[in-house]
């Protein structure tokens, strides 16, 4: 069996404004939304580039996922990659989203940061700043850890 695409799918208290959320952050409008009668998000679709991801309201009545709003917390991070790490970040954080982590250089060589949207979501944030062998990233972590325990 060929795995062919692996789409986030996010369970959201107040879909409708996440979906303005993403579409104004990412400069896409979804590819497909669908709603439920009562006006709530039943399935959204959003593509950039060659990465999808998947929204709708929690929908608990019908089974649905529930969402960090209903958690207090999440248990997954989206790794976006883009070309301007802290571009995306001040595009977000100028969204709603709140910054837990600036963005910083750092040793597997990408620029990274994370934030957490307004609906919950943790998101990090990355740019690949250079190319590093499993070798490589093992080394610089080492000499981390070193300098850590000083």
Same mark, same amino acid.
């Given at each position: 069996?060929?795995?062919?695409?692996? =789409?986030? @799918?996010?369970?959201?208290?107040?879909?409708? %404004?996440? =979906?303005?959320?993403?579409?104004?952050?990412?400069?896409?409008?979804?590819?497909?939304?669908?709603?439920?009668?009562?006006?709530?998000?039943?399935?959204? $679709?959003?593509? !950039?580039?060659?990465?999808?991801?998947?929204?709708?309201?929690?929908?608990? $009545?019908?089974?649905?996922?529930?969402?960090?709003?209903?958690?207090? #917390?999440?248990? =997954? +991070? !989206?790794?976006? @990659?883009?070309?301007?790490?802290?571009?995306?970040?001040?595009?977000?954080?100028? /969204? /709603? +989203?709140? =910054?837990?982590?600036?963005? $910083?250089?750092?040793?597997?060589?990408?620029?990274?940061?994370?934030?957490?949207?307004?609906? /919950?979501? $943790?998101? /990090?944030? #990355?740019?690949?700043?250079? %190319?590093?062998?499993?070798?490589?990233?093992?080394?610089? #972590? #080492?000499?981390?850890?070193? %300098?850590?325990?000083?």
């Amino acid at each position: 069996m060929e795995i062919q695409a692996f =789409v986030p @799918y996010l369970s959201i208290t107040n879909a409708k %404004d996440a =979906v303005a959320f993403y579409s104004r952050v990412f400069g896409v409008e979804p590819v497909l939304l669908l709603n439920m009668p009562d006006g709530r998000v039943m399935h959204c $679709e959003f593509q !950039i580039g060659k990465a999808r991801f998947f929204v709708s309201e929690e929908l608990p $009545e019908h089974g649905g996922t529930p969402s960090p709003a209903t958690l207090k #917390a999440t248990t =997954v +991070a !989206i790794h976006l @990659y883009v070309d301007d790490c802290d571009a995306m970040v001040a595009q977000m954080k100028d /969204g /709603g +989203a709140v =910054v837990l982590m600036a963005p $910083e250089d750092m040793f597997w060589g990408e620029r990274f940061a994370r934030v957490t949207d307004p609906f /919950g979501h $943790e998101w /990090g944030i #990355a740019t690949r700043l250079r %190319d590093m062998t499993q070798e490589e990233i093992q080394a610089e #972590a #080492a000499k981390l850890f070193e %300098d850590m325990a000083e």
